[in-house]
């Protein structure tokens, strides 16, 4: 089946440095990516829809100068928390549209702990 | 109107037992409901999904049921098992391919 990988699976960084985490369609094409954030106990939110090729499009509140994405081909697209801080620490998923069968496959998530 | 609400918050049945989680929705533009299981630390799997066209669908242990005239959706697990403890998301998608997920419901299922 369908498989995303994403990386890396957890880490570590200290306050105001940046991170990027990638999310790999690893055997289909993806022409759409989703990355979302999820806090304890609670759903996924939404925060940007990226296209390749395109611009991503970020959903009401989601700071796009702080959460920069970029979706260069049809099998990559990566997430890259700037000037990050403690309160960004949270558990981030992409996933990904296949272009033929369209359907929706999630990576493994990313926790980010900022210190 | 485009969120999914969904019942309950967390769940506890007896190992055999039916849990049955309930979501609704408002948005007549949702064309496609999923069910996701996640476990902790790893990213939501589906399990099963439905079109609005359809009332019920089954696969496997797991069943939906789609009301369409009362915007409302429901997952049955049959036999339900320890290793179906986990958390349980519903969602709905609207155009554009976005997902909109439930709040999820998490359930534990004893021995």
């Known amino acids: 089946g369908a498989v995303v990988s994403q990386h890396p699976s957890w880490v570590i960084c200290k306050s105001g440095t940046s991170v990027k985490i990638e999310c790999r369609s690893l055997?289909?094409?993806?022409?759409?990516m989703f990355w979302y954030r999820q806090f304890p106990k609670q759903s996924l939110m939404l925060m940007a829809t990226?296209?390749?090729?395109?611009?991503?499009?970020?959903e009401q509140g989601v700071e796009k100068d702080k959460f920069l994405i970029n979706h260069a081909s049809l099998t990559l697209s990566t997430l890259t928390v700037t000037s990050a801080h403690p309160e960004d620490s949270s558990f981030y998923i992409c996933?990904?549209?296949?272009?033929?069968?369209?359907?929706?496959?999630f990576g493994s998530g990313t926790r980010l702990t900022v210190v | 109107q485009q969120q999914v609400k969904q019942s309950p918050q967390s769940l506890i049945v007896q190992k055999g037992g039916i849990p049955i989680i309930n979501c609704a929705y408002e948005?007549?533009?949702?064309?496609?409901f999923p069910w996701y299981q996640q476990f902790p630390g790893k990213g939501p799997a589906l399990l099963i999904a439905?079109?609005?066209?359809?009332s019920e669908k089954k696969e496997g242990r797991f069943t939906i049921s789609f009301n369409k005239s009362a915007k409302q959706f429901s997952l049955h697990i049959m036999d339900s098992q320890p290793g179906d403890s986990a958390t349980y998301f519903c969602?709905?998608?609207?155009?554009?391919?976005?997902?909109?997920f439930g709040q999820g419901t998490e359930l534990s299922v004893k021995p």
């Open positions: 996933s990904a549209i296949d272009r033929v069968s369209y359907g929706y496959t």
């Open positions: 055997d289909f094409q993806a022409t759409t």
């Open positions: 990226s296209n390749e090729g395109s611009k991503a499009t970020y």
């Open positions: 948005n007549t533009a949702f064309d496609y």
């Open positions: 439905i079109r609005p066209d359809v």
């Open positions: 969602a709905a998608r609207i155009r554009g391919g976005k997902l909109i």
